[in-house]
């Protein structure tokens, strides 16, 4: 039995849910309730695996407080060659960072930071660190 992988357009909308949900407070349990679905329901849209129609997007939206088109900026457009995603966008990995309850509360705190140098810094210590977790799995 074969599994069909996820689209990557509905990974993407799944992703900016979780994001938004995430920057809200709002657990898979409220969102679902809000909407009339289960909290496996609203995984399953996170992850991409089952794909969310334009009348539950709205609904989403509504609810996350943000427009539709939230949902699809920087993600995959449709008919691009490459790698699917529109020209300038980050990364996938900063999206999946940002999905993340950590990489949320650490964007947060950090662009709470108004001193230049400091943030700097900041970047030069993580920089540093994650260079040397490197090094030490070599």
């Known amino acids: 039995m074969s599994t069909k992988a996820p689209n990557p357009v509905d990974k993407y909308v799944g ?30 849209y996170e ?6 129609g334009a009348s539950r997007i709205q609904q989403i939206s509504e609810i996350l407080q943000v427009p539709v088109s939230f949902l699809f900026e920087g993600g995959p457009s449709g008919n691009s060659g490459g790698d699917g995603f529109s020209e300038g966008t980050s990364p996938a990995y900063v999206s999946d960072f940002l999905a993340t309850s950590e990489g949320l509360a650490l964007t947060r705190a950090f ?14 210590l993580v ?8 090094a030490d799995k070599v």
């Open 15 to 44: 992703s900016r849910v979780r994001m938004r949900r995430i920057m809200l407070g709002m657990s898979q349990e409220k969102l679902g309730e809000a909407l009339g679905l289960t909290f496996q329901q609203i995984q399953k």
């Open 47 to 52: 992850k991409g695996t089952n794909r969310v």
């Open 127 to 134: 920089e540093h660190i994650a260079a040397r977790e490197l």
């Open 111 to 124: 662009t709470r930071i108004t001193d230049a140098k400091l943030r700097r810094s900041i970047v030069d």
